[in-house]
């Protein structure tokens, strides 16, 4: 149901008429839109999109002042805040399958390390993984890849989580939830100017 504040387009109303308009405001002007429902708010490449975007968002909170400063010339440029900068850059980078980089510009001079992948333990709806990366050094992150069949080729539109990394410890990662079947898992490591390792080899879980 819409909502008025004021006679209707004079002054702002905001909510959804009858599921096929709707009215907002965005930075004190308001506006009418068509009610739009999502195709498919789950598909491969939102999910892609959307476990990068995640893991940038958790990155910025933790770079050092130096790091963040790097940013500043891009932010100016693009008249946006440094950390926009930061997530429109590395998404950019992600959608042609480049790793993210914690300073402005990407070096992509450090050579990545490996993952070690578990077999994968399958339960109801959920498939829990094992991840061991081969160094900590200079790395950033573990991507994970997901597909129905064998993943011969490890890419973004893929990839369903990025998980921290701060040493060689293993990392377990719950994937859920899940319908039930068997479902194909690659993992690569992500260092910290840019570079995406070689993933590991495929292995496959089922959900029950």
């Not at 940013?71 to 946006?80: C, N, R, S």
Request: proline fraction near 5%.
């Amino acid at each position: 149901m819409a909502r008025t504040t004021a006679p209707l387009f004079s002054m702002s109303a905001s909510g959804t008429l009858n599921d096929s308009i709707v009215f907002s405001n965005w930075k004190g002007r308001s506006y009418v839109r068509s009610h739009v429902i999502p195709h498919n708010p789950k598909s491969a490449a939102q999910t892609g999109i959307r476990a990068m975007m995640k893991f940038l968002s958790q990155q910025w909170a933790g770079l050092s002042t130096a790091n963040q400063a790097t940013w500043a010339t891009l932010a100016d440029a693009k008249k946006v805040s440094a950390f926009n900068a930061f997530v429109s850059y590395n998404l950019a980078r992600w959608r042609e399958f480049k790793g993210p980089s914690i300073e402005y510009p990407a070096a992509e001079t450090v050579s990545a390390g490996t993952v070690t992948l578990g077999a994968p333990a399958g339960g109801p709806r959920n498939i829990v993984l094992t991840l061991t990366p081969s160094t900590a050094t200079n790395m950033v992150g573990i991507v994970i890849f997901r597909d129905s069949a064998t993943i011969v080729t490890a890419n973004w539109n893929i990839a369903i989580a990025i998980a921290a990394v701060s040493s060689t410890d293993p990392i377990t990662y719950t994937d859920s939830p899940l319908d039930a079947g068997t479902y194909h898992y690659r993992a690569a490591l992500l260092t910290d100017d840019g570079n995406i390792g070689t993933a590991c080899a495929d292995q496959s879980g089922t959900a029950t």
